[in-house]
């Protein structure tokens, strides 16, 4: 808009200023008696004096009773053309004006007029003519200059605006890295301190935090307290079946083992629904593993146990070491069962939230069905092995707290494959 308006102001002022210069010259020449153009004009403007400045003007005869031509002396005796009446005519002003080709390769703006300049009907025709190259060119320069002030301007209004928003959205950052803390078990509440329009926020999340660590202590003490309350029926049935014996007793002793299973079972169940809840536990993987493989090898010293962690050296697990060592440790301890001769066991990362646990061996292995039969609670596919038939179960219900997933499938090595996918912490 700015530009636009230069221009046509520029344009304006370079009509006027033509127009003005072609009255004066009018008022300047006259002519003989014998009908001869006569006079000096003075425009007062020096470029009507240099050779080829772009600036000129000329008189010129109009009618036949009229001789002679004058010149500015920047014309140097050349002539620009005239365009004829026929394609540009005079306006009701005796006026015309229209655009030709310079003599220095410029464009020219020129303005005519036809005056009698006596009563003999002796006529002139009065030709002034300007750079309009010139003007087209300090428009353009105008425009750089604009561009460039304007360009300025804009750029400090963005890096202005830039810094206005990281200082204001600073407040926010610390509340993200508070909540990170807390998330990754580094602090315990958000710090405070914030801006007036945050610490509400910061407010409503400690007394939530609070609200949750007070509803995980108060399962757990419940947890507990039913673990103690079941503890002591339990073992006096288990004392009561040694005493019993023979069929019967051994019958109540194994139900009694199956009841202390199930009840050990679903209070663990208990206990990760509470801690689900939570946002503050974190477990380092690979030590887990490592530790549970140790044990695996001494209870297995027949088989080969491979463990591939290079993958799993910054992994976090987001849940409790004892619900990661009761994943892993049951799904170790069936494959022990079933294994020839080797297992393997890996870890690695499944995008920015997530990690597999894969465990495989050469054994038997399982059909389709038999995969569908063994995630059943309490299913056993070969009543010959010792357990309870709860692993892959108790497994199951673990991942599904955390939002995980376990996938059963043939080994490369032969055997059974174990997939299973929990959340981790960046």
């Known amino acids: 808009m700015i530009s636009t308006l230069y221009e046509r102001t520029a344009r304006q002022g370079f009509e006027n200023l033509l127009g003005a210069q072609l009255y004066n010259l009018v008022n300047a020449v006259s002519v003989s008696s014998d009908g001869v153009l006569q006079g000096n004009p003075d425009l007062g403007d020096l470029r009507y004096a240099r050779p080829l400045s772009g600036w000129y003007w000329e008189v ?4 036949g009773n009229t001789s002679g031509r004058l010149t500015s002396a920047s014309m140097v005796l050349l002539t620009v053309p005239q365009a004829s009446v026929a394609d540009v005519p005079f306006d009701q002003m005796y006026r015309r004006s229209y655009e030709e080709p310079g003599l220095d390769g410029e464009t020219l703006e020129v303005i005519e007029t036809e005056v009698v300049l006596d009563s003999d009907n002796h006529t002139a025709r009065f030709r002034v003519m300007g750079s309009l190259s010139a003007v087209r060119d300090d428009i353009a320069a105008f425009d750089r200059t604009l561009l460039f002030y304007l360009g300025t301007v804009g750029l400090g209004t963005v890096l202005v605006n830039v810094i206005v928003i990281l200082v204001a959205l600073r407040p926010l950052g610390r509340v993200r890295q508070s909540l990170a803390d807390v998330r990754e078990g580094r602090a315990e509440r958000l710090k405070t301190g914030f801006p007036v329009e945050i610490e509400p926020l910061a407010i409503e999340m400690n007394a939530l935090i609070d609200n949750n660590r ?3 202590e108060r399962s757990r003490t419940q947890v507990g307290n039913l673990a103690h309350s079941l503890k002591t029926p339990i073992a006096i049935l288990t004392n009561e079946a040694a005493t019993i014996g023979d069929e019967k007793g051994r019958v109540v002793e194994e139900q009694a083992a199956r009841m202390n299973s199930q009840v050990q079972h679903y209070l663990d169940r208990a206990r990760m629904a509470a801690q689900a809840q939570s946002v503050v536990f974190r477990t380092p ?3 887990v593993l490592e530790r549970i493989v140790r044990v695996i090898v001494k209870l297995n010293p027949h088989l080969d146990v491979e463990f591939e962690g290079d993958e799993a050296g910054d992994l976090v697990f987001a849940g409790e070491k004892q619900d990661l060592e009761e994943v892993v440790g049951n799904l170790l301890d069936n494959a022990g069962k079933w294994a020839n001769a080797r297992i393997r066991l890996s870890c690695r990362p499944e995008g920015p939230d997530r990690f597999a646990v894969s465990i495989e061996d050469d ?20 009543e010959a092995t010792p357990g309870s038939g709860l692993g892959l179960a108790i497994v199951r219900d673990i991942v599904g707290e955390y939002r995980g997933s376990l996938e059963l499938r043939s080994s490369k090595l032969g055997g059974l494959a174990v997939n299973v996918m929990l959340p981790r912490i960046r």
Do not use: F
């Open 363 to 382: 054994g038997p292995g399982l059909t389709s069905a038999e995969i569908r039969e063994a995630l059943k609670r309490g299913r056993r596919l070969d």
């Open 285 to 287: 993987v690979k030590d």
């Open 60 to 63: 010129l005869p109009a009618t």
């Open 214 to 216: 007070r509803i995980v």
